[in-house]
């Protein structure tokens, strides 16, 4: 089986992205060709993954767009003829079976375009911010409306399966997403202090992230630990400002990595950093879902759902996560300090996975040849 992919992928920095990656590489692993067309090549520098890549399976050929267009007015990036005239590039060198389009805006938008030039089907994915920003809002509704109608099928979670099933009746539910356990599993390396992290972008409204909070927090505890911040975006440099103003003992900025080597990054750590409260948009972290995997301390606030995690597993130790009230700063530095008091070295929890990657890749291939 030959399978186009549209979508974002490393070095595209972000969810969608790395779970493509993953996605492309177990269906590749299991003997599907997979062709990804992606604009990972022409980013925004602020979201660009300057790191290593690895080298891929023979099944796995990533096609860029070109990176120059002339210039114009009004300008445009072209993101959708660009995507389209190499996605019909591929189908015209390649004997592509499906098309698989990865959110909405461009790429699914795209594989519609694609699948009516070609008269091959498409199955359209989505993350949550598109959902969220454009198809909840109606924003560009009858377009988008028509790009989920159209397609063969809808791969999607429990949280969005009615709004899309009042539009498309061929919905399949799996998990947004499943780390692969051969990478993603207890393991550390040593280390003398606490290390702690936040993993994620840092955009205009860092503040949703809670990374105000998470520096009022610190700058306040005097013992030794390790504060780290991985990540890029277009509000870096006002939130380094922020941070510059407050008493931080140690932190260290970091730029994003390459997907395959998060599971080193997560060996490093103790706590993950993660918290929704002030979030808008409540979606599905790949990140969360990849530290519990590996065994990490995850610290959370009071709205945190981890049972959207946990039901994948034979279920998540309750010491494993950990819950702070962000409105009383002072006694969550008291929190934090006895954490790295009791610390006595890095550790991790045993997850018992119930719903493995294998599964995962399996049930992707299942709805391809129901099609």
């Known amino acids: 089986m030959n399978i186009c992919m549209i979508s974002k ?27 990804v067309v992606t604009n990972a090549n022409f980013v925004e520098e602020d979201y660009y993954i300057d790191d290593q890549s690895p080298e891929l399976s023979p099944d796995l050929r990533v096609h860029n767009v070109k990176p120059d267009i002339p210039w114009h007015i009004p300008y445009s990036e072209l993101y959708v003829p660009r995507l389209l005239d190499k996605a019909m590039e591929v189908v015209d060198e390649n004997q ?7 959110y909405l805006i461009p790429y699914g938008i795209v594989g519609y375009l694609l699948s009516n030039i070609t008269g091959l089907p498409y199955v359209l994915r989505h993350g949550g911010s598109d959902i969220a920003k454009f198809l909840e809002q109606g924003i560009f509704s009858h377009l988008l409306t028509d790009v989920t109608r159209k397609a063969a099928a809808i ?23 499943i780390p692969d356990e051969r990478y993603f599993k207890p ?33 306040g505890v005097k013992n030794p630990y390790a504060l780290h911040f991985v990540g890029q975006g277009k509000g870096f440099t006002e939130f380094a400002k922020f941070v510059s103003e407050h008493d931080l003992k140690t932190h260290e900025f970091k730029k994003f990595i390459h997907p395959v080597h998060m599971p080193s990054l997560l060996g490093n750590i103790d706590y993950l950093l993660y918290f929704e409260k002030d979030n808008p ?37 309750a010491n494993q996560i950990i819950r702070l009230n962000l409105e009383d700063i002072n006694v969550t530095q008291k929190e934090i300090t006895a ?24 049930k992707t291939l299942r709805i391809y040849d129901s099609m």
Request: charged fraction near 20%; hydrophobic fraction near 35%; include cysteine.
């Open 339 to 362: 954490l790295i008091n009791q610390w006595s070295g890095p550790a991790r929890f045993n997850v018992e996975i119930d719903y493995g990657y294998d599964r995962y890749i399996e």
């Open 96 to 102: 592509i079976d499906i098309i698989d389009a990865n």
């Open 9 to 35: 992928f490393p070095p595209i920095q972000g969810g969608i992205s790395a779970k493509t990656f993953w996605l492309a590489k177990g269906l590749a692993e299991s003997g599907t060709t997979v062709h």
């Open 187 to 219: 393991a550390m390396n040593s280390h003398d202090i606490p290390t702690f992290a936040y993993i994620g972008k840092t955009n205009y409204y860092w503040k949703h992230k809670s990374l105000d909070k998470i520096v009022e927090i610190f700058s």
């Open 155 to 177: 791969i999607t979670d429990d949280k969005n399966r009615t709004i899309l099933e009042t539009i498309n009746s061929n919905v399949h539910v799996l998990p947004r997403y």
């Open 281 to 317: 948009i409540k979606d599905f972290s790949n990140i969360l879902c990849e530290a519990l995997w590996s065994g990490l301390t995850i610290i959370t606030d009071q709205t945190m759902d981890i049972s959207e995690y946990a039901q994948y597993t034979q279920g998540v130790p």
